[in-house]
């Protein structure tokens, strides 16, 4: 496949719509704050959902490098979460305990836009996930939260984590469409920037509260993303559905 | 994950049902015995369905087997027909119309039976495809059909085509269950003996119309199967659903 060129552009109109889930559809901070909370650790959940967070991030890039040979997203959780409980001296919670909050991450409620956005926008296009968690934990997700996908694509349809370029190339090509005609909608503009070096086109999310109410998001949208969007349903209205 | 044993099957329960989707859930010869006869060729349109059909399975055999490299379904079925048109002589169709005519996989029609029956399986099961077509057509297959899978489930998710195990012991390591916590649904034997094999429960649907009217279906039921129905709504029955 070409990448577009302005004239590709305007001959092929957009089908496809790839969303990143965590942070952009769902809000995982305050899922998992509760979740941490609720077992009564002695830990402030704030931090440790923002450190759980960014350590699996760091995590997955070391899967990408091929230090850690590939390994499923939510395995990957639950490495990191081993290793954040022990640097903190946390010893006696059970591995069940462990994988029940790891499970915490398909159980996230959407952002309260997301099902109406998603479903206004489904109307128009294909909608789909691409995401860094596995296909399981997503569709879980899906199913309890009601998130309406057509399909749902992952890293682990693709056997790497974004941002390598195989997510966003495969989703042109699973769905037999030229990147151009694919929008990556996302609330990371590094998610954007890899998914535009691809062809795609982008939507930026405004989620202001993804790291809490008390850390501000410092991600800023870069103006040459094709959209800009405070909601899912601000992004229906403005693609027209 | 280990293999199944009598006292883990009376432990868990079953959770997800699998679902072999040509022949089984889609009528693919009325389908495509209409886009054939549709064409005006000078072929008998119920021969080149069957022959496209079989040919097919030959194909993705010689991928499984290394002989052609990983290929997805939508190119092979494209190159099979190529090869069967050029075998009788037919060579005024265009790119674009051959390209419409192996589209016609993912417009063919459900079974009456099916989208009733699946609906009402997800009451209590996770329900995914698991299908030898690619994503995009299953995809677009389930939007025109109506197909309510929870997840879907493709051998290019495993990249290996049935009967390969790694299908159908994927299909449990995606779902996060034991093999017996899956039943494979299908309308032929040989699916069923492959997911048997990997620890599966297996039903066997009967579809004695799945090669056409003036075709006898000769595939048989072997008794090991869990459960055997005449349709999803049988199954759907059957399960308590």
């Not at 440790?48 to 939510?74: C, I, M, P, Y």
């Not at 409620?109 to 296909?135: F, Q």
Request: include cysteine; glycine fraction near 6%.
């Amino acid at each position: 496949m070409n990448t577009d060129t302005l004239a590709d552009t305007a001959a092929e109109p957009l089908k496809v719509l790839a969303f990143d889930v965590f942070g952009t559809v769902v809000d995982w901070h305050s899922g998992i704050v509760r979740a941490v909370d609720a077992l009564g650790l002695a830990v402030d959940g704030n931090t440790f959902a923002r450190e759980w967070r960014a350590s699996s991030k760091s995590a997955l890039a070391l899967v990408n490098a091929g230090v850690q040979g590939w390994t499923r997203f939510d395995e990957l959780q639950l490495q990191v979460l081993d290793e954040l409980l022990a640097r903190r001296g946390i010893t006696h919670l059970s591995d069940e305990q462990k994988r029940e909050l790891n499970s915490t991450w398909e159980q996230l409620a959407p952002w309260p836009d997301a099902v109406e956005g998603l479903t206004r926008l489904r109307e128009a296009y294909t909608i789909c996930s691409l995401s860094n968690g596995n296909l399981g934990l997503l569709f879980k997700m899906a199913q309890r939260a009601g998130l309406p996908w057509d399909t749902i694509l992952s890293a682990e349809t693709f056997r790497a984590y974004k941002p390598d370029p195989k997510l966003y190339r495969g989703v042109a090509h699973v769905c037999d469409v030229q990147p151009h005609q694919v929008m990556m909608v996302a609330a990371h503009q590094d998610d954007l920037d890899a998914a535009r070096g691809c062809g795609l086109q982008t939507a930026y999310i405004e989620r202001p509260q993804e790291f809490g109410p008390n850390c501000p998001d410092l991600d800023r949208p870069d103006p040459a993303n094709t959209r800009f969007a405070t909601s899912l349903i601000d992004l229906a209205t403005q693609l027209g559905c």
